[in-house]
């Protein structure tokens, strides 16, 4: 049974970043933030996995030839977004993830509780030199609040704007600024050489999302001294629980790090799905 229509249905429904998994003798889930909630009440085989996984495939210019063990491929659906499906096998059978990444991202103004402080937040940010964390509660408000603050600023301001994530949550179009947007394992090998190659090109602005992830603490340490806007965002329910967080994986040198972060903007959600954000400027003495 082929379900990737239904599948690729979903996802064009979905306004937001996107993910489902399709593993053998289960119902294809959707993960947000960390729980997971079915999408279809079917049971999947072995065979309805690769009959889908190959019609996924079949969107793209090499749909011919072996799967293989493992692989990734993506492609694009009009006003929809990208499709990015990875694969390996268990036990002889296929587990797939299959992503979309939004072109659309909603205007900060329209996520935030109070959209007179916005104009404040980008004034504070023009002046801002040093690293700027965003801390939220979960991935998904973090993220969307950054990606959200980004488009502000490339639409306001000339320059270079460098990305690196892992994955891609959601694609930026040029406007007044020229984006960069690169993706730890596929358009890179590392988050140490993502850093490496965004000094060479010397952007305005580098944005590294979920910065407590395995492998993007080291490249943290590749920022000291650069005069390089960095934001930076993370999981966390606030500022202590950072400090504590660089305690335990940088040890020595989380002093350091902490010395060069200027501004904290921490996030919180309202009832009504909004979010409240407060500024907070960091003593580095």
Known sequence: MNIAPEILNFLA???EFTEIILAPKASPVERRDRSINRVMDVILSAEDIRETLLSLRSHTPDSLGPLGKE??????IPNVGRIRVTYLTQRGSYVVNITKVPYDIPPLEEIVS???EVKKLLSTLSKTEGIVVILGKTFVIHNLFAYSLLKELCDNQSGVVYILERPITYLIKHSSSIVI????????????????EALLIHPEIIYMSDMLMKGAFGAVRKLFDIPILTILSATASNFETLKRS????????????????????????TEKDKIDFSVRKVDST
């Open 13 to 15: 429904e979905r306004r």
């Open 71 to 76: 692989g990734f491929f993506s492609f694009g």
């Open 114 to 116: 109070d959209r007179g």
């Open 181 to 196: 947007q690169r993706e730890v394992g596929v358009d890179v090998p590392s988050f140490d050489q993502g850093v490496e």
């Open 246 to 269: 660089f305690d335990v994986f940088l040890e020595d040198e989380a002093k350091d790090v902490m010395s060069l972060i200027s501004t904290v903007i921490e996030l919180s959600l």
